[in-house]
């Protein structure tokens, strides 16, 4: 059979995409590198001001590029749907490679929100939201995997890239180290992008027999959302995303604050809730395949409810069960960011699954804001026990919509589907 076909041994096509997949969302992890380039930004627009300006004067730049991600997943999801990954990915690396070479040029806060925050925003969306769903459409079999491995590449970009740009600008400079990022994305992205081909349905539709699974049709956007298990679905991500992103706007600063971290010691703590997201991607979407989506999202929680309790209870000094608070709370938000695309395409179908995942996706914007404004508002009493009690409440709602989707959907997300 041809490599697009039912062959399941060996390195054929689909095993191909993959691989490029991986590496793409690699090199875009590069977005997640944003708090090393703004310090040098800063200072760069303060010379050409002649006034200060601070890193958190640049936050909104990565405000924009972040907001961006969701609403162009869903734009580049339309074309990967009906022309393939090609066209979007190679796009997306060109528009990622111009928001750099346009932030080198910037002389103001404006000029970086139109480059950095726009171009590389909007290249960043259509990019990765084209891999994730590729690679499920890819592997039918093995939906898991295939959205845990390419979403844990994500998560190990944002994780090695920040000490490449630290070397980049002592080396090079800022503009130095801007040019050759711009550089390197156009050079990965563009190329690997057009060796990518769209999968044929038959053969999405062979494998998915093989690996005994029970078609569903495939939902338009409007019958997903008009579907009964739309809504818990949503209202379960959003949980996952706001207990996740909660902790890593704020990680190092609640160590420092509860537990008496010294600098370093903060900075580990990014690091392992980091690593906890990225291996929570891969370890819980290979685990779904073999038992089920939704069973494997359900005990992340109780995971993350377990590592909330520990933040909860960690004072002063009590650097490691923080550590492995936040562990727990990272492997679940991961958890969630690698088997949600195998759960759409389980639940909706592959057919328009790069619009109904990206779609979904919108809730992990919610989450995050909801997350972001619940530290912020605890942290001005000088205690986060508020936060953590109030995230334990939406690990506990979690459980309960993972339950109402498996009984709305009237049979188990099935690991294989």
């Known amino acids: 059979m041809t490599a697009n076909g039912p062959r399941t041994h060996g390195f054929g096509l689909r095993e191909r995409c993959l691989l490029f997949f991986c590496l793409i969302n690699f090199t875009t992890g590069a977005l997640y590198v944003w708090s090393i380039f703004a310090a040098a930004l800063a200072g760069r627009l303060s010379t050409l001001a002649g006034a200060a300006v601070t890193p958190g004067e640049l936050a909104p730049v990565f405000g924009v590029a972040s907001a961006m991600t969701p609403f162009m997943m869903i734009a580049g999801g339309f074309v990967n749907d009906r022309f393939g990954p090609k066209p979007v990915i190679s796009a997306g690396g060109l528009l990622i490679g111009l928001g750099y070479w346009g932030a080198c040029a910037a002389g103001d806060v404006a000029g970086l929100m139109l480059s950095y925050g726009l171009l590389v925003g909007v290249g960043t969306g259509l990019v990765n939201g084209c891999t994730i769903n590729t690679a499920v459409k890819f592997f039918p079999d093995r939906r898991g995997f295939a959205g845990g491995l ?39 992205i563009t190329p690997l992008g057009l060796l990518t081909k769209k999968p044929a349905a038959e053969g999405m539709e062979a494998r998915a027999a093989a690996g005994g699974a029970v078609p569903r049709p495939s939902a338009t956007p409007r019958e997903m959302i008009a579907s009964p298990v739309f809504i818990p679905l949503a209202l379960l991500f959003m949980t996952a995303a706001s207990m996740g992103l909660m902790l890593i706007s704020s990680a190092s600063s609640i160590g420092m ?3 008496g ?7 580990g703590a990014l690091s392992v809730l980091s690593l906890a997201n990225t291996a929570g991607r891969f ?54 960011i690698g088997v949600y695309p195998g ?25 995050g804001i909801a997350g972001t404004w619940l530290i912020k508002a605890t942290a001005a009493s000088g205690s986060f026990s508020g936060a953590y009690l109030t995230a334990m409440a939406f690990a506990a709602a979690g459980i309960g919509f993972a339950f109402m989707t498996h009984r709305r959907a009237g049979a188990p997300a099935a690991a294989s589907c």
């Open 150 to 188: 390419v979403t844990a590449s994500l998560g190990l970009g944002a994780a090695a890239l920040p000490f490449a740009a630290k070397a980049a600008i002592e080396l090079l400079g800022i503009d130095g180290a801007l040019v050759l990022f711009g550089l390197v994305s156009a050079a990965v």
């Open 257 to 259: 604050s509860q537990v």
């Open 261 to 267: 971290l010294d600098a370093a010691a903060a900075a």
């Open 283 to 336: 370890v819980s979407g290979v685990a779904s395949d073999r038992f089920g989506r939704l069973p494997t999202l359900t005990a992340m929680l109780v995971v993350a409810l377990a590592g909330l309790a520990a933040l909860w209870t960690a004072g002063r000094g009590d650097a490691l069960l923080f550590f492995v608070g936040l562990a727990g709370v990272g492997l679940c938000f991961g958890s969630f």
């Open 343 to 367: 759960l759409v395409a389980d639940e909706f179908g592959p057919k328009h699954n790069s619009v109904n995942f990206s779609i979904l996706m919108l809730g992990y914007s919610v989450g």
